[in-house]
């Protein structure tokens, strides 16, 4: 069955990076656009990013252009968002989610990112 699990999440100071990963299975992800979202707490889930199938086409929200990087390893059935200049607005569960033709069909259980001093 398919399977997302993020990875990567911690508390980190502002100006600081992380890197998320995500491990997907149980399809062909080589196949498929992926996403990161985020919901940060008390407020409704923001999409972040995107990514097609071969990794050369990716989209940002503005609130995060310039400081986030989306990338994908087809080979390790891994996507990651490399996120730098981190501000204590992007503090959110940060989910993974697999394109299909209608939406997001399926979702990661999210990792924490807390942005504090």
């Known amino acids: 069955q398919v399977q997302l699990v993020e990875s990567g999440g911690g508390l980190v100071q502002p100006g600081g990076s992380l890197r998320l990963s995500c491990a997907a299975s149980?399809?062909?992800?080589?196949?498929?656009?992926m996403n990161w979202v985020r919901q940060a707490p008390g407020k409704g889930l923001e999409w972040v990013s995107n990514?097609?199938?071969?990794?050369?086409?990716?989209y940002y929200a503005e609130s995060v252009k310039g400081r986030f990087t989306i990338s994908r390893d087809n080979a390790k059935n891994t996507l990651y968002l490399q996120m730098n200049s981190l501000k204590p607005e992007d503090t959110a569960v940060y989910y993974c989610?697999?394109?299909?033709?209608?939406?997001?069909?399926?979702w990661g259980k999210g990792t924490l990112v807390t942005v504090s001093s």
């Open positions: 989610a697999k394109d299909d033709e209608d939406g997001m069909d399926y």
């Open positions: 990514i097609n199938s071969g990794g050369g086409i990716t």
């Open positions: 149980g399809f062909t992800f080589s196949s498929y656009w």
